[in-house]
Nanobody, 121 residues
Framework: VQLQASGGGLVQPGGSLRLSCAAS????????MGWYRRDQDQEKEREPV?????????AYAESVKGRFAISRDNAKNTVSLQMNSLKPEDTAVYYC??????????????WGQGTQVTVSS
């Protein structure tokens, strides 16, 4: 399963960006889709930012609650992250993630290639 992410870039503090990610391949179902991030020095593990189940249940990191909104289109196997009121500390490489079932019946966990988000004046 391949994940293609897009939508990163440079934005001023207080601005907004929207990330999108599309999954393709031999997918039967995707149970969870989500976004993780890792900061510039990459010394830390990727941290979860937001995730959403196929039923639409969502969860967010405390640091982004009220500012970020995750959504998905089950028919298109896509997930988006609307990021508002961005702060410099949101600067990171953002990765999309998907976990589900293949047409062959096996499970999968896939990661996108990462997209850079930089919040700076």
């Amino acid at each position: 399963v391949q994940l293609q992410a897009s939508g990163g870039g440079l934005v001023q503090p207080g601005g907004s960006l929207r990330l999108s990610c599309a999954a393709s391949g031999s997918i039967f179902s995707i149970n969870h889709m989500g976004w993780y991030r890792r900061d510039q020095d990459q010394e830390k593990e990727r941290e979860p930012v937001a995730n959403i189940t196929s039923y639409g249940n969502t969860a967010y990191a405390e640091s982004v609650k009220g500012r970020f909104a995750i959504s998905r289109d089950n028919a298109k196997n896509t997930v988006s992250l609307q990021m508002n009121s961005l702060k410099p500390e949101d600067t990171a490489v953002y990765y999309c993630n998907a976990r589900g079932i293949l047409l062959t019946g096996g499970g999968f966990t896939s990661w996108g290639q990462g997209t850079q988000v930089t919040v700076s004046s």
